[in-house]
């Protein structure tokens, strides 16, 4: 999947932040981290696999392959680089501090671009590229997968898939479009059935995912882009645990 890059290959270096650590990388997902994460890596893709190990051995090798996808590194216009990272910042930061903020809107190459340059993306830089077509987000990945289990060490999960992404009274619903993995799509009968789930819907209510979604008003793909729109800083302030002993006070 390459996806036309506007931008051209300069040879100056590109100024990267830094790195905000593994706490920040959570809460970058309260606007594109941890949440970009699992769309793009899951996508559905993963789960496919998993649910192939039920199938037979024989089914490994066909959805899985030995060899990784080599990504090429996007190419990037400094200046515009910069930009695009300071209000992927700008807006992740507002997301931390409970201020007000304008919503994000990325495209497919936009979010390639945060993956191959922010550190906090560095391992996704290797595993995945992205991009957006009207209203669907199609990720292209690769990964090992060592650590499913014995079945699949020394193997990787080669594919694309393509979703639809909503948020429904709060509760985020992703519903896979199309599915290809190692080159070969799936049979019609199981993708039908991966088209009536919701990929999220067992998603615990504690889990990160769901605290970045919770911070969300609106999440929507169209017209090639993805739009985050913030709930009010109000809304989104971190409720202060009380010290032990001491009562908690009545809300006005």
Known sequence: MNETSPYQDYSQPVPRPESTGSSGKW???????CL???????????????KAKDLASGAVNHFTSETPVAFD??????????????????????MRDGTETEPLEVTGDDINLIISHHPDWEELSTRARVAIVDDRLSAEISIP??????????????????????????????????????GKPLPASFLTQLRAENLFKDSPRDSKLNAAVDQLEELKIENGRLRLVPKPAAERKPKQTPVEGTPEKPES
Not at 74 to 92: M, N, Q, S, V
Not at 149 to 175: C, Q, T
């Open 27 to 33: 809460l970058l997902g309260c606007s594109l981290g």
């Open 36 to 50: 970009l994460s699992l769309l793009i890596l899951g996508g559905g893709v993963f789960f496919v696999v998993i």
């Open 73 to 94: 590194q996007p190419e990037a216009d400094p200046a515009r680089l910069e930009t695009l990272l300071a209000k992927f910042e700008a807006f992740a930061k507002a």
């Open 145 to 182: 997968m060592d650590d499913v289990g014995d079945l699949f060490k020394g193997r990787y999960l080669n594919g694309v898939a393509s979703i639809r992404l909503s948020l429904r009274n709060g509760k985020l619903e992703g519903h896979i479009q199309d599915v290809s993995v190692a």
